[in-house]
């Protein structure tokens, strides 16, 4: 009987060698011509119509206008000198929830995961964007990072008063959706370092985190943690909560290290560096496929790796960027998924 792509993703989670490389993510175009179902999908609850700004993005349920931006191929950031909190400590006036009384929570979850396979490919639960994050959005970072070291209780009430509203969410999901894995997103680092200090971190922000992924190990489900940039301090402190898979796993952490430490028990999803050569405008078809190779030979062996090339660019160059996305996922497709067979 052929292996399913759930299955060889699944291989990986519990630490074995997989049958071939994982490819998890999303790729940014529908470019492979072999059609491999996806190893795993993401199960998004819709519990509120989406709001439109007037820039053309979003207004999310708290009121942060998102606009798309140039550089990101359309991805969105909160509108820029349009925050909607200025002062920490009035975030009781401002930051409102919405109600969840009479909401459907079995109609919601099924039309979550209408769209996946569950024979062919894992379910992940997302949860949201994060509490730091939030606090960005509703601030700005000047704003932000000044309330974090001025008035930490403060943003803690703030993010106590969220965790109730997301985890009242996530509990009357999560035993409908069923998800083989659960998401817990919160960007704290650039690429050189932290935004916060690993003491500021474990007092003002991993507590909710940690509240979080409970829910996700209550329910059996394997734990994965986005955080971008290098912030690679914190592994031991998302281990202690139940982490287990990482992505996008960026190049500025000492991946090599990384790897050897955890072994198969810390699956690094990614180390694709999405700002080298190979995503440049200009680059050539070799630089690609060898940098789609480079990934795979620096962190598959053994398994404890899941590939995730990913491309950023302007909507400008998306034809150049297409044809890149052709060669990842054909390098990928030739090398990545013969990788333990040739190994032997």
């Known amino acids: 009987m052929t292996m399913t792509e759930r299955e060889n993703l699944l291989r990986v989670a519990r630490g074995q060698e997989p049958a071939w490389v994982p490819r998890k993510g999303s790729p940014r ?32 349920v708290f009121g942060v206008e998102y606009e798309p931006t140039d550089s990101t191929g359309g991805l969105e950031l909160p509108m820029p000198n349009k925050f909607i909190l200025d002062d920490i400590t009035k975030w009781r006036d401002v930051i409102k929830t919405p109600k969840l009384e009479g909401i459907d929570w079995g109609a919601v979850a099924s039309k979550a995961v209408e769209h996946i396979d569950r ?48 985890e009242t969410i996530a509990k009357n999901l999560i035993g409908y959706i069923k998800p083989d894995f659960y998401g817990i997103t919160d960007d704290t680092a650039t690429a050189r370092s932290p935004f916060i200090s690993m003491e500021t971190y474990r007092r003002v922000i991993k507590p909710f985190h940690a509240r979080l992924a409970k829910i996700g190990v209550d329910h059996d489900a394997f734990i994965e943690m986005h955080n971008c940039g290098r912030c690679e301090d914190a592994i ?13 796993a960026q190049v500025t952490n000492d991946l090599k290290g990384i790897k050897k430490k955890y072994g198969n028990d810390f699956v690094l999803v990614g180390c694709w560096d999405s700002q080298g050569p190979a995503g440049w405008p200009g680059a050539t078809e070799e630089m690609v496929r060898q940098a789609v190779r480079d990934c795979i030979d ?12 990913s491309l950023y660019g ?11 996305a052709l060669w990842i996922t054909d390098e990928y497709n030739k090398y990545g998924r013969t990788y333990y067979q040739r190994k032997g």
């Open 119 to 166: 024979n062919e490919s894992c379910v992940m639960m997302g949860t949201h964007v994060g509490y730091f994050q939030h606090l960005m959005s509703f601030m700005g970072f000047t704003e932000g990072l000044i309330a974090i070291q001025e008035e930490p209780d403060e943003c803690m009430a703030l993010f106590e008063y969220l965790a109730d509203y997301f």
């Open 236 to 248: 031991d402190d998302w281990r202690e909560f139940g982490v287990s898979f990482w992505n996008p």
């Open 314 to 324: 302007s909507k400008d160059a998306e034809e150049e960027a297409r044809r890149h």
């Open 29 to 60: 175009f529908n470019d492979d011509p072999e059609n491999h179902k996806p190893s795993c999908m993401s199960a998004m609850a819709m519990l509120f119509p989406p709001r439109r700004g007037p820039g053309g993005g979003r207004i999310d």
């Open 298 to 309: 620096d962190y598959a062996a053994g398994g404890g790796f899941c590939f995730y090339g």
